[in-house]
């Protein structure tokens, strides 16, 4: 009986011993593997918007970057990064990553606004407003939209398509109280002055900073 085993016993054995030589090889397989999946599952997007919403956009950022190296074309990172930069002060670099968003989806409303503001705060008031019209014309009921192209209106001095833009926007949503607020200095510009004070009064209501200051000085 014993040596009926024996063979099998060698051949257990020697099994054992070549899963001995073999097993490094596979270790380091396993260690490629998780590597790898942890790559593809970084999620270093997820952990930098939560930086962002602390106001941490210093960490934000180079959790975006960190992320976007592995997925250049991921829209909503590329848009996140663009408002760190915003918020770091680096409107440019925020602008890049607008337009590379706008590259990749045209339609992009964020991107759209965020780019908009870019322009108007360079002074470029007709680039904002065609982007706003853009805007509209995917969503016409936009109501940020509206405001932003009647504020670069108001700044370009076209005073009609402003107070249009302006109209809307309460039309869409009455309780936007700076709509009001910058609409009354249109009023007051061209001597309408109860409606100037009207829309003082209301913005007021709505809790626009210095629209009470504004009333006392233009009201009474």
Known sequence: MSDSKAPAKNKLSTKFKSLRFISPYFIGIAIFLTMYI?????????VGNEFFEQGDYQKALKLYNEYLELHPNDIKT???????FD???HPSRAAKDYDQVLDREPDNVKALLSLSQYYYNEGKYQSAVNLC??????EKD???????????????GDI???IEEYN????????????YFHRSSLWLSIGLRPFGCYDLQTADSLNVKGA???FYRYCR
């Open 142 to 156: 936009n109501y940020l939209a509206h405001y932003f192209k009647a504020r670069a209106h108001h700044k370009n």
């Open 78 to 84: 590329l848009y996140n990064r663009g408002r760190c």
């Open 212 to 214: 009470r200051e504004a």
């Open 160 to 162: 009609r398509e402003a």
């Open 168 to 179: 809307t926007v309460v039309d869409l949503n009455p309780d936007f109280g700076f709509a």
């Open 87 to 89: 918020e770091l002060g």
């Open 133 to 138: 019209a853009a805007v509209t014309m995917i």
């Open 38 to 46: 942890r790559l593809c599952t970084n999620d270093s997007n997820i």
